[in-house]
């Protein structure tokens, strides 16, 4: 079965440092790796996707996750974090055809000190 | 619509009532999604309909919740006799093959059971 593992629940970063956001994952097929980020009070929103082609994707917000088969890692980075990055992040797989075996991360909670 | 529309988007019930909670996917949308999220937690898949047919509701705690769609796009989700343990957010998603099956979510239904 499919399975996403954040393993840092919580991350505090000084602004204006660089971030990396850990997610592992275990899946039986070629998988469809998503992160979403959720402000409080707020629904889920994409930031990026990958599904095949350049491992490295960019995203929204400053935003790049790179793919490494070899580790099932799908790493979120961000070269200088901004206060108003401080938010929850989902790590996702899925399959491009069948995304109700869809399953998410625990999240991690990224907070931004000044 | 141009995203996914939920409501309500906050809802205090009292113990032993029924709610029901509404999800308007984007227009289009085929699959559709419901998700839980207990404070501080990660997302809890509940249900999955593709069209007006839900092949997944393996998710769904008990009998005491059910769901349905009609015509391809409302969703209705329903708890009965809630409970404490109901309080959560829960989040609804479409998604569409044409559009790359990417998940799109509302910004959730806020339940708190007093």
């Known amino acids: 079965a499919q399975s996403v593992t954040q393993p840092d629940i919580h991350i505090t970063v000084s602004e204006g440092a660089s971030l990396e956001l850990r997610c592992n994952y275990s899946y039986g097929a070629t998988p469809y790796l998503f992160w979403y980020v959720q402000s409080p009070g707020q629904g889920l929103q994409l930031l990026l996707k990958y599904f095949s082609g350049d491992t490295l994707v960019q995203g929204i917000k400053g935003f790049e996750a790179e793919f490494k088969r070899s580790q099932s890692s799908f790493n979120l980075r961000k070269p200088s974090v901004h206060w108003s990055d401080a938010a929850e992040y989902f790590c996702?797989?899925?399959?491009?055809?069948?995304?109700?075996?869809?399953?998410f991360g625990a999240g991690t909670r990224l907070t931004v000190k000044p | 619509g141009a995203g996914v529309s939920q409501s309500p988007s906050n809802k205090v019930t009292e113990k032993g009532k029924d709610v029901e909670l509404r999800c308007d996917p984007i227009s289009g949308h085929t699959a559709l999604y419901w998700y839980r999220q207990r404070l501080g937690q990660g997302l809890e898949f509940l249900i999955y309909f593709q069209g007006n047919s839900a092949p997944d509701k393996s998710g769904l705690p008990s009998d005491r919740f059910s769901a349905e769609r009609t015509g391809e796009s409302v969703s209705t989700l329903t708890i009965q006799r809630t409970q404490q343990e109901d309080s959560a957010v829960y989040l609804c998603?479409?998604?569409?093959?044409?559009?790359?099956?990417?998940?799109?979510f509302g910004e959730g239904s806020w339940l708190t059971v007093v």
């Open positions: 998603a479409s998604s569409s093959l044409k559009a790359g099956n990417t998940i799109y």
């Open positions: 996702a797989v899925g399959s491009l055809y069948n995304n109700n075996d869809m399953r």
